[in-house]
């Protein structure tokens, strides 16, 4: 049988990392889950981006998410699409530049307010919890 420790270190990068401060911090109080992966998806794409020296806009590196992608990640309408880039931008997570014509717009992932989670943290696992 297959290590399992093993299958996820191998795997690491198969995965993107949901930052616990978009949760627990009241200031996105008002993202849902589709919000909060999207914005998770961006970073990691922009993280790409910046290990293949990509796409640079003033200094800033840049990702395009055309909506028509994000329907089909999100396996939502194109409203949703929409109201959720909207979303991460009220919640100042993105700045988006329109390229008209067309184009998808730019996007840059900003970085989010860090947030101090005390040791009783509900995000965090605990084996000894028997809270379902």
Same mark, same amino acid.
């Given at each position: 049988m297959r290590n399992v420790n093993e299958y996820w270190f191998q795997n690491i990068d198969n995965f993107a990392m949901l930052p616990k401060a978009l949760f627990a911090n009241p200031r996105?109080?008002? $993202?849902?889950? #589709?919000?909060?992966? *999207?914005?998770? $998806?961006?970073? #990691?794409?922009?993280? *790409?981006?910046?290990?293949?020296?990509?796409?640079r806009y003033n200094d800033d590196i840049f990702v395009y998410f055309p909506i028509k992608e994000i329907k089909e990640i999100l396996k939502c309408s194109n409203t949703k699409a929409e109201r959720t880039l909207e979303n991460l931008q009220r919640a100042g997570l993105i700045f988006k530049k329109r390229m008209g014509l067309g184009k998808p717009s730019m996007i840059i992932p900003l970085p989010y307010e860090e947030y101090k989670v005390d040791e009783n943290d509900t995000l965090s696992f605990d084996p000894e919890s028997d809270n379902d």
């Amino acid at each position: 049988m297959r290590n399992v420790n093993e299958y996820w270190f191998q795997n690491i990068d198969n995965f993107a990392m949901l930052p616990k401060a978009l949760f627990a911090n009241p200031r996105y109080k008002d $993202l849902n889950s #589709d919000d909060i992966v *999207l914005y998770s $998806l961006m970073v #990691d794409r922009m993280s *790409l981006s910046l290990k293949n020296k990509g796409f640079r806009y003033n200094d800033d590196i840049f990702v395009y998410f055309p909506i028509k992608e994000i329907k089909e990640i999100l396996k939502c309408s194109n409203t949703k699409a929409e109201r959720t880039l909207e979303n991460l931008q009220r919640a100042g997570l993105i700045f988006k530049k329109r390229m008209g014509l067309g184009k998808p717009s730019m996007i840059i992932p900003l970085p989010y307010e860090e947030y101090k989670v005390d040791e009783n943290d509900t995000l965090s696992f605990d084996p000894e919890s028997d809270n379902d």
